[in-house]
């Protein structure tokens, strides 16, 4: 049974960072992409970034570029989301996200989904 855990969501004021974490387990996960997405309140889930299962190929949604770094440990089945100068607009449910394809991952085909935590980022 696969999960993902995720945890380091909170509340941050604009400017501020975040680091999300998200805990494998029930799979092999150095042979699976991993990915975050997050859902506003009123809009549909989209595409954060992600990384192969080497690490090797990594891709970002343009409205977080040079702002959020994706990285994994395959040691530890851990893919942590580092979020650096937040906006109000970041603020959503982010999910972890795991793809057996790196393209069909980044696209949304998504095989598991964590349970989400919670990003708030007031002005």
């Known amino acids: 049974q696969v999960q993902l855990v995720e945890s380091g969501g909170g509340l941050v004021q604009a400017g501020g960072s975040l680091r999300l974490s998200c805990a494998a387990s029930?799979?092999?996960?150095?042979?699976?992409?991993m990915g975050w997405f997050r859902q506003a309140p009123g809009k549909e889930r989209e595409f954060v970034a992600a990384?192969?299962?080497?690490?090797?190929?990594?891709s970002y949604a343009d409205s977080v570029k040079g702002r959020f770094t994706i990285s994994r440990d395959n040691a530890k089945n851990t893919v942590v989301l580092q979020m650096n100068s937040l906006k109000p607009e970041d603020t959503a449910v982010y999910y972890c996200?795991?793809?057996?394809?790196?393209?069909?991952?980044?696209?949304?085909?998504?095989?598991?989904w964590g349970k989400g935590t919670l990003v708030t980022v007031s002005s």
């Open positions: 029930g799979l092999t996960f150095s042979t699976y992409s």
């Open positions: 990384t192969s299962w080497s690490g090797g190929r990594i």
């Open positions: 996200a795991v793809g057996r394809d790196y393209r069909d991952l980044v696209l949304g085909g998504v095989d598991y």
